[in-house]
């Protein structure tokens, strides 16, 4: 496994050091500062080099190198993963922007945090929450002393995410379903690339040690619970979940069970490829007249979701040859106007109403040049913000609480659709 974890500045001066294994010793740091320091890969190259017969994974942050040092033959990806949360947990004690400076001032702590994440080159506990019960040098104050019992259980227990004894005058849940719609349409109109990226960000405030079932309308759970389906599931790919998740469950059965982590954090991660429903579509007419003097579009937007919603923060930006001189632009609602720095006549719409159709005309008059050039036609971007809407049809059918008090929680759910990739070729 990893032999070694050093942190360098960007001249490659070592500042901090642990050694886990004696396969390595700090003279590969010299190595590491002449092959890829001083010979400046970074940025340019794969952040793993092989020098030596030792591998050095590293990534960066500001000026600083966070190096992992190993002669066998291990999973990078599990190494990676390590040295971000590693930059996660100093970001927690020292500060979002911790420099050089703050990393020498605070050399017992970190220290402490190395001894505590790893051990013997393995990966230990990464948990903010845990290890600032027992080690709390830094900014972070616990917010209840524990035992002594309890914290051996937190530090060496399944659950090192959730402390015990928790505990709210009211117990919620509040659950965000966050959707990207990635879409690519060609100028005859036919779908090229047409996805739905999705997640579920809850926060909790629960008292105790809660297991919670959570249920999405997932087609292959709905096919099994009942033959007589009034609206089919909606088929999910590609689910990646916070490790609170019992993935033997989900395999199984397809159920998610869980016990939550305190406050905020993200369940889980999907994608949806088919049956997605686009919330805008766009036909535009583009139309260059001969001699290359002006260029002639026509655009109509339509809202494709309910007339009882409505998008916000509507931006469709309208490519334009880079020889433009003026644009005389008519539209139905919102403001456009062209923008000579981002060669488009960008649209804004702060309030979208739901099956409306809104129209652009624009009338560009071209500056004549000594070259004539073909217009590239880059593609139209659309940016939006659909809330109570998803493009996928994902919608959350329960969640259960369990918990030996009983207590009632109150749920609340809310969805939001934007626009991630969002292009129409013209």
């Known amino acids: 496994m990893i032999s070694m974890i050093m942190v360098l500045n960007q001249k490659g001066d070592i500042m901090i050091s642990r050694q886990y294994r004696d ?5 590969a740091a010299d190595s590491f500062r002449l092959q890829v320091i001083a010979a400046k890969e970074t940025g340019t190259q ?3 080099k092989r020098i030596e017969n030792c591998s050095f994974l590293y990534t960066r942050h500001l000026n600083m190198y966070f190096v992992a040092l190993t002669r066998s033959n291990v999973n990078p990806a599990l190494v990676f993963e390590y040295l971000f949360q590693k930059i996660r947990i100093l970001k927690a004690y020292l500060g979002e922007e911790f420099d050089e400076n703050s990393m020498r001032n605070n050399m017992t702590l970190i220290y402490e945090l190395m001894d505590e994440t790893m051990d013997f080159g393995y990966p230990q506990n990464c948990a903010v929450d845990v290890l600032r019960l027992y080690i709390n040098l830094g900014n972070i104050r616990p917010q209840d002393e524990p035992e002594p019992s309890q914290l051996t259980s937190q530090i060496t227990g399944a659950i090192d995410w959730r402390r015990e004894g928790i505990r709210y005058k009211k117990n919620e849940v509040y659950i965000d379903v966050l959707e990207s719609v990635n ?12 996805e739905v990226t999705g997640q579920v960000q809850m926060n909790t405030k629960l008292t105790g040690m809660p297991e919670c079932k959570f249920g999405l309308n997932d087609k292959l759970v709905i096919e099994k619970e009942s033959s007589n389906m009034r609206k089919p599931g909606v088929e999910i790919d590609d689910c990646t979940f916070h490790r609170c998740v019992r993935l033997g469950k989900f395999d199984a059965d397809r159920t998610i069970t869980f016990i939550p982590p305190d406050g905020e954090f993200e369940l889980m991660r999907y994608r949806v490829n088919d049956n997605i429903n686009l919330p805008f ?18 655009l109509k937007v339509i809202a494709n979701f309910s007339d009882k919603l409505f998008a916000t923060h509507v931006v469709i930006k309208v490519p ?4 433009t001189a003026k644009a005389k632009i008519k539209n139905s609602f919102g403001r456009a106007k062209y923008e000579p720095e981002q060669q488009a006549i960008i649209w804004r719409v702060k309030r979208f109403p739901g099956k409306a159709e809104c129209m652009l005309s624009a009338d560009v008059d071209l500056m004549p040049t000594s070259r004539a050039k073909a217009w ?9 913000q659909v809330p109570m809407f998803t493009a996928s049809g994902v919608h ?17 759910v809310r969805y939001i659709t934007k626009a991630g990739s969002y292009q129409i070729r013209i």
């Not at 396969?23 to 003279?27: F, G, L, Y």
């Open 46 to 48: 794969a952040p793993v």
């Open 23 to 27: 396969d390595v010793s700090r003279a």
């Open 376 to 384: 590239s036609r880059p593609p139209i971007n659309v940016e939006f």
């Open 320 to 323: 334009v040859p880079t020889n």
């Open 396 to 412: 959350v059918r329960f969640l259960r609480v369990y918990d030996k008090s009983g207590y009632h929680t109150n749920r609340w």
């Open 183 to 194: 879409l690519l349409l060609s100028s005859t109109g036919q779908i090229l690339r047409n």
């Open 281 to 298: 579509r766009i036909i535009p007419a583009v139309q260059e007249e001969q001699g290359n003097t002006r260029v002639s579009i026509n």
